[in-house]
């Protein structure tokens, strides 16, 4: 097994875990947002949908910024998560397309010590760019799995995380 196949395949255990942690994850559920009882940032609003789209938003931006010089910019994914924003359905949908985007983007990579642009604002290795991102997926289904417990629903959506993306991204060179 090469190296390449390694992070394929870690890559994929990550998504599918991922997904397991949303599987059965209803709209109403989904919206619920924790209380903010303490001073971390959570990269979203406390919700199993704010999570997602989080999850969604790197995808993509990943992909692009790293391995696609920069063909989707931060304020392209807001522009798309603003035309389906609250829909849950949808926002599984984009995390899919995302999925596909980001392993196509490095699919064929050769050169693994590359060192690749990021929005970290410090290029990385290629290799480290891709065990990141696998991680980050772990992290946030562990997230998901335990919010799934300590929610109920709610009617109400969170707030779009397309506001999320404007307010900390608008000053990203990759904006």
């Not at 397991?20 to 709209?27: A, L």
């Not at 990021?118 to 289904?141: C, F, G, M, V």
């Amino acid at each position: 097994m090469t190296l390449l196949d390694l992070l394929k395949s870690d890559a994929e255990y990550a998504y599918a875990e991922l997904l397991k942690s949303i599987e059965g994850v209803t709209e109403p559920q989904a919206w619920t947002i924790l209380p903010n009882n303490g001073p971390d940032y959570l990269h979203t609003d406390g919700s199993i949908q704010g999570i997602v789209l989080h999850i969604c938003s790197t995808r993509w931006a990943y992909a692009s910024i790293c391995f696609r010089n920069t063909e989707i910019r931060w304020r392209d994914i807001a522009d798309q998560m603003e035309q389906f924003e609250p829909s849950w359905d949808k926002a599984i949908d984009y995390l899919k397309r995302g999925h596909e985007y980001w392993m196509a983007s490095w699919a064929n990579i050769e050169d693994l010590n590359e060192m690749r642009p990021t929005n970290w604002k410090e290029d990385r290795p290629a290799w480290q760019i891709l065990q990141i991102a696998s991680q980050h997926d772990s992290y946030h289904a562990g997230q998901i799995a335990l919010l799934r417990y300590a929610v109920g629903d709610s009617q109400t959506p969170p707030p779009p995380y397309a506001e999320d993306i404007r307010k900390y991204c608008q000053d990203s060179k990759h904006w």
